[in-house]
């Protein structure tokens, strides 16, 4: 037997191996930590300018150049995660959806990356250019901050097309503006949101 120090003792030994051990002991017995209910992943990319949630129904006050005044009533469904429907009494446009662009089935797209001022596509019916990143917008449904704006333009033998589209975060389409000339003939049309919510 080696040399005890002083005031050593087999019963002081385990007091202190007690002592040392209670510690690491009391932290893995500690109850976790309570934490809330995961939040939801912000969408990103296109998806967050036009989220296409499916059963979401969006109402829109029209409105024309000569003063007629109506409500259009849109819901999108999500058949399938990379496609969706916009439903307008009872007709659906049916479009392709990815990480990276929302395009019409028929051709085009609705929204395309990259998501900046000057950025070019082609769209539904013409040359697609995103003019704004940072829109605000006053409309029946509220008021709403950083919207990308795009502008659809189109020449013919026809005439000419233009389209303003807004497209504001967590909503969708906002606002829509549509010019046309044909024949020497003007015509507008205008669709402001006044509410959106899920289907009941």
Known sequence: MGIRPFG???????????????????????????????????????????PLEDKTVFSYETST???????????????????????VAGRARRLTVNAHDIAHVTGGFLLKEPLVAGATFKGDFGKVT???????????????????ETLEEAVTTEGEKRTTTVFCPGVGIALRETEAEQEGLRASERIALKSFGPRF
């Open 8 to 50: 050593y003792t087999p019963r002081a030994a385990v007091s202190l191996v007690f002592v040392v051990a209670w510690p690491v002991v009391s932290a893995c017995l500690r109850a976790p930590e309570a934490t809330g209910p995961a939040e939801k992943p912000q969408p990103k990319g296109v998806h967050r300018y036009l």
């Open 130 to 148: 995103i003019t704004n990143v940072a829109r605000s917008v006053t409309l029946p449904a509220g008021s709403y901050s950083g919207c990308l």
């Open 65 to 87: 150049e000569s003063g007629e005044r109506g409500l259009l009533i849109l819901e999108v469904r999500r058949p399938r995660t990379e496609h969706a429907e916009l439903v």
